[in-house]
């Protein structure tokens, strides 16, 4: 019994930290992975570095966008999902 009392306040962290830090994180990570997968040549995006552009070719783990300035090849991790959908929810 008196183990268990010592045991039981680094469990209660433990439970406490996988939901309110790393539960979180792996959903955010998933919910990326499904954008970056899902994206398709004609989308608008913005990347995480502020380009505003569209995807005019798409490879395994690169993106060609087309911006005012001209093309650009980005990784597809780049495209930001909150900003992209920001931008797809204006229009």
Known sequence: MGQLNQILPFVLMFVIIYFFMIRPQQKKMKQEKEFENGL??????????????????????????????????????????????????KA
């Not at 005019?56 to 783990?61: I, K, P, T, Y």
């Not at 990784?75 to 992209?84: F, K, V, Y």
């Open 40 to 89: 398709k040549v004609g989308d608008k995006i913005i990347t995480k570095s502020g380009f505003h552009g569209k995807i005019v070719e798409l490879a395994e783990g690169t993106a060609i966008i087309e911006t005012m300035a001209g093309k650009l090849k980005i990784e597809r991790s780049a495209i930001s999902l909150e900003m992209t959908a920001a931008l797809n929810k």
